[in-house]
């Protein structure tokens, strides 16, 4: 990891690259990294993307806090859980039919239906688009 770290301080002071950011690791390896620049008084991350949403939230156990608490900026990716949080339960989302990684998708379990259904419900009292609201 320490090699790595260094590459990236040598490509943001070669000027390639303005920030650096990364995308879905556990904790304590994006910490590792984070510590192992600090201490060599290199560039660290400024931003952290991972999977994150309404049936999704493992992120609030470990990343979230420790992001907040580094100031790190957070862009989570699949906010709508490849399209299954934006329409009813009983409708496939336009995404799910074209989109190659269908095969790896995981299913909304019993829980996560009943999240789903909790938030129409709230898209409806609102009347708000359901993007807006998952």
């Known amino acids: 990891m320490e090699e790595t770290m260094e590459a990236l301080h040598g490509m943001v002071k070669s000027g390639k690259v303005c920030y650096l950011g990364t995308s879905y690791m556990n904790t304590w390896r994006f910490v590792e990294m984070n510590v192992i620049a600090e201490k060599n008084e290199w560039i660290k991350f400024i931003a952290m993307q991972d999977l994150y949403n309404l049936v999704y939230r493992e992120e609030e156990r470990e990343m979230i806090p420790y992001l907040a608490y580094e100031g790190i900026g957070k862009v989570p990716y699949s906010p709508l859980e490849k399209g299954k949080l934006a329409c009813p ?46």
């Open 89 to 134: 339960l009983d409708e496939d989302a336009l995404r799910l039919t074209v989109d190659y990684s269908k095969p790896w998708s995981r299913s909304l379990s019993d829980a996560d239906k009943e999240i789903t259904q909790r938030a129409q419900k709230i898209v409806e009292q609102q009347d708000a688009p359901k993007a807006q609201i998952t």
